[in-house]
């Protein structure tokens, strides 16, 4: 046993990684001269798609970070890629955000660390009168249905999923302080909030009111302004033009 624990701990202080980061089969970064595709990541059990999206936006999926959390420099956002990434066997979401963090890091040469920082957030809480939706009564994962534009529905999601999925809208951390613990079943009519015809935001949803009118009014749910501390993805460096394929 003694001399087992002397080989964990010479391999420790040399830096080796027992369990080494998941890694792509094969992956391509192209630099393309602009951002342009709305769907920011696509995945499937095997590969990962990214067109035309920055350094900052592959951080945050990577991460699993929203962009006010994570501080770097300005040209994180200038620079825009395709990524196409394909895995040696059928991998979960978790492992493809790892590897993506190991192709960054290659690639890139991106090294981060966190820090935790105080700063204004929003606590999602209980309305007067409580939730206005049911708990879920089938099994399996969350589940977001945007069939129609105007109708959100969500099978199978915490208020905690929700809470996270609303931030980026935010522009700050969203922290669930309902006590709700379920999975649930959730229905929004976006029509009312969206701009109508002859404005300058015709067709485009208003998030302001979604947030801090429909969550209340709909689903019983409303954001309160506080001060949290927050884990900070700190960018230490990155190179604005990747290695070769």
Request: include cysteine.
């Amino acid at each position: 046993m003694k001399t087992f624990a002397i080989v964990i701990a010479t391999f420790a202080a040399s830096g080796y990684c027992l369990a080494q980061s998941p890694t792509f089969e094969v992956a391509s970064i192209r630099p393309v001269d602009s951002c342009y595709s709305p769907q920011e990541v696509q995945t499937t059990a095997d590969s990962l798609t990214v067109r035309g999206r920055t350094i900052a936006v592959l951080l945050q999926w990577a991460y699993d970070t929203p962009w006010f959390q994570i501080n770097g420099p300005e040209w994180l956002r200038d620079y825009c890629f395709d990524v196409v990434a394909k895995t040696a066997a059928p991998a979960s979401e978790k492992q493809l955000r790892l590897m993506l963090r190991t192709l960054m890091a290659d690639r890139f040469g991106v090294k981060v660390h966190t820090e935790q920082k105080e700063m204004p957030a929003y606590a999602i809480t209980l309305a007067k009168g409580g939730p206005k939706f049911q708990e879920s009564t089938t099994e399996g994962p969350s589940e977001i249905d945007r069939g129609s534009p105007e109708i959100l529905t969500a099978h199978r999601i915490t208020i905690a999923e929700v809470a996270d999925r609303i931030s980026t809208e935010a522009g700050r951390p969203v922290i669930d302080e309902t006590g709700l613990k379920g999975r649930y079943e959730i229905h929004m009519d976006l029509s009312p909030y969206i701009a109508g015809a002859g404005t300058a935001e015709a067709g485009k949803l208003d998030m302001t009111s979604i947030l801090f009118t429909g969550l209340q009014e709909q689903l019983g749910l409303k954001l309160e302004s506080r001060k949290s501390t927050v884990n900070i993805l700190v960018v230490d460096h990155a190179e604005k033009t990747p290695t070769e394929n």
